[in-house]
């Protein structure tokens, strides 16, 4: 017998092609469906970890890139915050001067700095999104307390510390205090009360009756390795200037005292404000390079994060066009495989024999 | 008289005929049975010319047949080692999907860094919250899935040490009878047959070689030369008693042939591939489960903030239930690798307010404790210890080199070196299982072809036998019809 061929083999044979054929067909199916390959673990191995990692980096360089988008959006807030308090400083140092040198308009100044005052304290007591964006880490307590409120305790603080030069100085009348004792209480006592806090003798409460702001600024981080300092806080040096710039003028009225000691009121505030104001452009501008830092890593971010999802479809992704041809070869296959099946059981000697 | 002869003749082809016949519809009933070989007449002519059956041939290959059952060894092997492959990959599945343990850690990381620019929102922080919670769960689950597919394995080696024993005791039966059969001259054939179908079921369990001795006997031994049975049946146990049920070895005639102290250590079959399944592939990847809870319990760790000398204690990550408050003395960190972490880690109820806990602990620290607060003014926008956290993240750090995953790297790289090395175990298993089982259908198909049936071919031996029966018959009736007319002559 020169080679034998048993039934069972035969049936065997056609059955087991069909199978793996429409197994085959199924799964080049779904990649030309998809686009990825049917089983990305067996098409893989150990490069699925690689896939794996490049997918985790690309959703953490995504999240910071949308928390950066959250970030800049508030520093946009503080900057034209500090940019409105810069405008109003810089009018009224204009006015200042203009009053200095002509010796009238004095009762318009008084309500003019009464008016930036009040603006002062709303804008450092601006919030967005639930924060309060000028009290740095304390972002839940609204920072400066309103000095035209009703026993507001810094209008108190600085009656009471006035009160007490008049009394020191043995002045029957505001008008008889002289320019130099003047000076002497405004960059002494009444600067106190915009300083730290000291216990004294006597204590002093000083800046904290006006803000229970933090001093540490809100951070954040704008790169997978940097964090950089994202707001800036009311008890910075130029808002206490400012601050001190438009009590003095507004609160110790001119009402009373004689031209030169006011001559000497205006000139500190000139000092004040002019300080003020270089210190609010050194914070814009500290502000304006972290924008710019955060711009430049969300693209550098966005690069990377293209770069990772066209890596990701390298490792996982088929041609469709490749797989669309085996789906149909497959199918081609399949319908061979049925037939010959149909056609190879029908040949029996059985069929002939009577 | 050589009419009597000739009559002796045809009744002897008569007979023979009807033995024929026999063996020819038996060999039809047979054609669709894989463990049924082809059997044929052994017929001779005796010196007065009538016909003897001699006894029934069978067609063997015994290269093709011991070929066939290696291949049978092989394939359990592969099948098991996949099967349980399989059941393992649904802790990672597609990274499409991100149901990996790293895509949930890289979850939690981006929900802290959403958390750490706006650190006074309470919604960020519950967010944080769930993902550690998730996370946690799922390492509780996957060691889970784990534990089943060891018990799993485990259960099929017993069963198959059962099954072994089983065969061996049917085997013995059918092994005496083909003796005796042989010495008495009997047909053995279907005994034969059942033999090597019993020996075609034993080589799924384990790998073996078989070897014919006088009278048809049988040995058996394991692929590694054990003796399984000679004459009687050895026995097939699981021991020593003294080890804990699932880290028992399996030992064949008392020695051990799975595991890390087989003298013999079998090579193929079901029982082989359980046994790497139960001892070496669950165990690698629980030991990269359980670095990675380490690892977490590691990174969310807080250290004493007042200077007071308080070792680093767990924090958002801890083994077991944690309590709330926190427990005095704090437990100390878990120096190396801690077996069974990832089935207990949590979260620490002290974060979650369902369990007693506070949101904001998650922000300032103080988890383990008042000594460990960071944020040191209460501040609501405080992100200092979330900024740290997410550095500690994104360390390299050290894992145990025998996880045989990545060992110098972050959390999330380790992660995802565990991905890659069970989707390239399972990638290896297929390819082998697939060249095996190509090996087996092949080996089974040129066997069939050898020792099969083909119902055609003897359809047509059935017409040729017609034929010779009808002659017979007829010289039969002829010869009858010869002696009728002699014996009426003399009359």
Known sequence: ?354 | MSLSSALNVAQSSLSALSTHSQILSRNVAGANDPNYHRKNVLQSTNFDGSIRVNGIGRAVDAVLFSGKLGATSTTATQQAIVDALEQLEATVNDPELDQSLGAKLGALTNALQEFGVTPDDPILAQTVLTKATELARSLNEASQVVSDVRKGAHSDMSDGVSEVNKLLAQFEQVNTAIVKGTVSGADITDQLDKRDQILSQLSQQMGISVQGRANNDMVIYTDSGVTLFETVPRAVTMGPASAAPLDRAVYVDGVPVTGAGAIMPLKSGLVRGAAIVRDEITVTYQRQLDELARGLVEVFAETDQTGGGLPATAGLFVDGAGSVPPPVPPPALPAGPVPGLAARINVNPNADPARGGDLSKLRDGGLAGAAYHYNAENAAAFSGRIQQLLTELGQERAFDPSAEADSTTSLAGFASSSVGWLEGKRQLAADALGFETARLERTTDALSNATGVNVDDEMTLLMELERSYSASSMILTTIDRMINSLLSAVE
């Open chain 1, 1 to 354: 017998m020169a080679s034998y061929v048993s039934t069972l083999s035969m049936s065997t044979a056609l059955r087991s092609n069909l199978i793996k054929a429409q197994a085959g067909l199924s799964d080049a199916h779904k990649e030309m469906v998809t686009g990825r390959h049917a089983d990305i673990g067996l098409s893989l191995g150990t490069r699925t970890g690689q896939t794996v990692n490049l997918r985790n980096q690309y959703d953490k360089i995504d999240s910071i890139i949308t928390t950066n988008g959250i970030v800049a959006g508030r520093m946009d807030v503080t900057q034209k915050s500090l940019d409105g308090m810069l405008e109003t400083a810089q009018e009224f140092l204009g006015a200042l001067i203009g009053v200095r040198d002509g010796a009238n308009g004095a009762e318009v100044l008084a309500s003019q700095a009464q008016n930036n005052l009040q603006s002062l304290i709303g804008a450092l007591n601006a919030s967005m999104g639930g924060q309060f964006i000028f009290a740095g880490i304390d972002s839940q307590n609204r920072p400066v307390t309103d000095f035209f409120a009703p026993g507001a305790a810094n209008k108190q603080a600085i009656d009471d510390a006035f009160a007490d030069f008049v009394v020191a100085g043995g002045y029957g009348d505001v008008g008889e205090i002289p320019p130099a004792d003047m000076t002497a209480f405004l960059e002494g006592a009444f600067a106190a009360e915009f300083g730290p806090a000291s216990a004294g003798p006597p204590p002093v409460a000083g800046w904290d009756n006006w803000s229970t702001a933090s001093d540490q600024n809100v951070s954040a981080r704008i790169s997978t390795t940097e964090i950089a300092q994202v707001g800036t806080n009311a008890n910075k040096q130029h808002f206490r200037e400012l601050a001190m710039g438009y009590t003095m003028i507004f609160n110790l009225a001119p009402d009373g005292l004689n031209s030169t000691t006011y001559r000497a009121v205006i000139d500190e505030a000139i000092d004040k404000v002019s300080a003020a104001i270089t210190g609010l452009v050194n914070d814009k501008a500290q502000l304006g390079t972290t924008e710019e830092r955060i711009k430049s890593s969300t693209d550098r971010l966005s690069i990377q994060r293209d770069v990772m999802g066209k890596q990701i479809d390298n490792y996982e992704g088929v041609d469709e066009y490749e797989a669309s041809a085996r789906v149909t070869q497959l199918q081609t296959q399949v319908d061979t495989a049925l037939a010959l099946t149909a056609r190879l059981q029908q040949l029996s000697i059985l069929n002939w024999i009577r």
